[in-house]
């Protein structure tokens, strides 16, 4: 047995306002006058004068407003590592995400492409990056998807969905601001604030736990019930905690694995292009028979927030499109032998799925 030596984010900072912070922290990485710090912004603050104003901009440095509407693709990084190429005299000193999960993953995938050869889709996988990226740093204005600590970026690519899992992946600088999640839309907060309680219920109750996992996996629990289930907190407790339930989620996760919930939201996203919070939504709401008790949580979460589901969005699906999706899922093995052991396939077959699905 080889034990993983796992990577952690070696900078952060945390505190209400510490975004201001961000030119003491970038000023010396700057390799020299030519070399812009390139900064990937969610469209969303396109507008949002707050934020964009305080981005610190000198020399060549440039602000690519990107949308997150759709999952990050391997194209679009791609893309994105053309036109920073093109349109910078030097190789960056750095990339910068500001966004959520979307554009924390595209700011890691595209600091790791502007040093390796090839397309974003060669490195899909685990352990195929072979330079190290360049300086990346990566600013959460929205908690829960655990990207601003994680090893990986997950990519939607021509024939899979998968992450570039390696050691370069991590970012070597987060900033945890818990005023910049200030406006996010309650349904979107819920999603992503789910994605964060589902890691735990995946983490906590599969076979891959240990003790590393289960510290920081049932801190992330306790948060989560306190954010969305319990009242007493104030907003800016509730923002802060959820932070660091995020940060803690990912923790644990980055030494197990994620489950059922994971596997079968891949699916749904790369067939259906459904974003991965909502996606995780969708699928644990119909996951009773393998998380009891979390399901009946959830859903009494659900019901607080007074989220509502999409509901019938495998309705007119053919049996193709089914097949698809069913190999999409059944392709993540970790997440399988992580939430079944290694027997998973005498209970899981595409039959089962395909029944879970056609209740989405
Ligand atoms: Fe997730």
Redesign the pocket.
Known sequence: MSYKNFPMVPRVVFGRGSFNQLNEILSPKRLNPEAPFIFLVDDVFKNNNWLTSRIPLSYDDKVIFVSSAEEPKTSQVDELVEHIILTSKKRPSGIIGIGGGTLLDLAKAVSIMLTNDGETKDYQGWDLVKNPAIYHVGIPTISG??AEVSRTTVLTGPTKKLGINSDYTPFDQVVLDSELVKGVPVDQWFYTGM?CF??CVESLNGTYLNAFSESYGSLAYQLCKEIFIEDGLNEIESQEKLMMASWHGGMSIAYSQ?GVA?AMSYGLSYLLGIK?GIG?CIVFDQLEEFYPEDVALFKTMKEKHKIELPQGICANLTDEEFDTMINVALGLEPLWENALGNHWKKTITPKKLKELYQKM
């Open positions: 998807t655990g994605d589902i890691h994620v994971h991965h995780n």
